[in-house]
T-cell receptor, first 110, second 114 residues
Framework: SQQGEEDPQALSIQEGENATMNCSYK?????LQWYRQNSGRGLVHLIL?????REKHSGRLRVTLDTSKKSSSLLITASRAADTASYFC??????????FGKGNQVVVIP | GAGVSQSPSNKVTEKGKDVELRCDPI?????LYWYRQSLGQGLEFLIY????????KSGLPSDRFSAERTGGSVSTLTIQRTQQEDSAVYLC????????????FGSGTRLTVV
């Protein structure tokens, strides 16, 4: 079943700006992960945040997790044209799979 | 290998024919997953393999779908008597042990049933 739901579903920004997208989910989780998918390619793992963590950084990426609100945000700072992609959140509910949202299309205009 | 390899990358088949999709995971990854992605949609879980344990087939949409994993490595997803609604991108992923680590995805097989 689809668990995470990204918001906004489409985002268009200028190069150099920050891009923020949110993910909401419904049940308790062990961890939440963000993935990027370029057109016609598979998904690439970006970052994993565990349920006992509140914030995590990786390069230009910053992820927050609020388990009380069942939500997460992904911030991409100083965006580049190469960041143009779809971004998916995925939740580990403790069963044998990650539940993926429908994705968030980000377009970075050079 | 360096990544997850899937073949073929594209497959066009006639309705009613059987197809086999192959996935070669990263060496040493014990967990292997198949997902399906329809146009503009998220990923739909199909099946999960973990080591020598019985697979979790709970996501397979019908009995026309089956999968196996030989020797804990290569996996084959078979769709019998294909239907037009089976058209999608089939993605394979592997992981060290499961959901506590990120998945490494292959580039997928785009299946078109005509």
């Amino acid at each position: 079943s689809q668990q995470g739901e990204e918001d906004p579903q489409a985002l268009s920004i200028q190069e150099g700006e920050n891009a923020t997208m949110n993910c909401s989910y419904k049940t308790s989780i062990n961890n939440l992960q963000w993935y990027r998918q370029n057109s016609g390619r598979g998904l690439v793992h970006l970052i994993l945040i565990r349920s006992n963590e509140r914030e995590k950084h990786s390069g230009r990426l910053r992820v927050t997790l609020d388990t009380s609100k069942k939500s997460s945000s992904l911030l991409i700072t100083a965006s580049r044209a190469a960041d143009t992609a779809s971004y998916f959140c995925a939740t580990d509910e403790g069963n044998n799979r990650l539940a993926f949202g429908k994705g968030n299309q980000v377009v970075v205009i050079p | 290998g360096a990544g997850v390899s899937q073949s073929p990358s594209n497959k066009v088949t006639e309705k009613g024919k059987d197809v086999e999709l192959r996935c070669d995971p990263i060496s040493g990854h014990t967990a292997l997953y198949w997902y399906r992605q329809s146009l503009g949609q998220g990923l739909e879980f199909l099946i999960y393999f973990q080591g020598n344990s019985a697979p979790d087939k709970s996501g397979l949409p019908s009995d026309r779908f089956s999968a196996e994993r030989t020797g804990g490595s290569v996996s084959t997803l078979t769709i019998q008597r294909t239907q037009q609604e089976d058209s999608a991108v089939y993605l394979c992923a592997s992981s060290w042990t499961g959901n506590s680590y990120g998945y490494t995805f292959g580039s997928g097989t785009r299946l078109t049933v005509v």
